[in-house]
């Protein structure tokens, strides 16, 4: 079992920066990051390997970032030019080598315009 723990959120003004960190209790085969917006599926924003191989949805390419320290079993979330359609609740995802998948609780993300 696998716990997962982020921090970071928050609100910001439109145009703002925020670094999401999302803490693994023990090894993981990838981290990533999906949100969910108001009346809105939950969706993938960004994810990365082990190998460091990273992958994001199109309307955040550009401005985030993913990151992650394997040996820290840690994975952040740079976010830039932040827009009012960020806003979601952002859960931090992994999957471990066995293939069993992993979620945090939640941290909330409020951009204003």
């Known amino acids: 079992q696998v716990q997962l723990v982020e921090s970071g959120g928050g609100t910001v003004q439109a145009g703002g920066s925020l670094r999401l960190s999302c803490a693994a209790s023990g090894s993981t085969f990838t981290l990533g990051w999906y949100r969910q917006g108001p009346g809105k599926q939950r969706e993938l924003v960004a994810a990365?390997?082990?190998?460091?191989?990273?992958s994001y949805a199109p309307s955040v390419e550009g401005r985030f970032t993913i990151s992650a320290d394997y040996a820290k079993n840690t994975a952040y979330l740079q976010m830039n030019q932040l827009k009012p359609e960020d806003t979601a609740v952002y859960y931090c995802n992994a999957l471990s080598f066995r293939g069993d998948e992993y979620w945090g609780q939640g941290t909330r993300v409020t951009v204003s315009s």
């Open positions: 990365i390997s082990s190998g460091h191989t990273a």
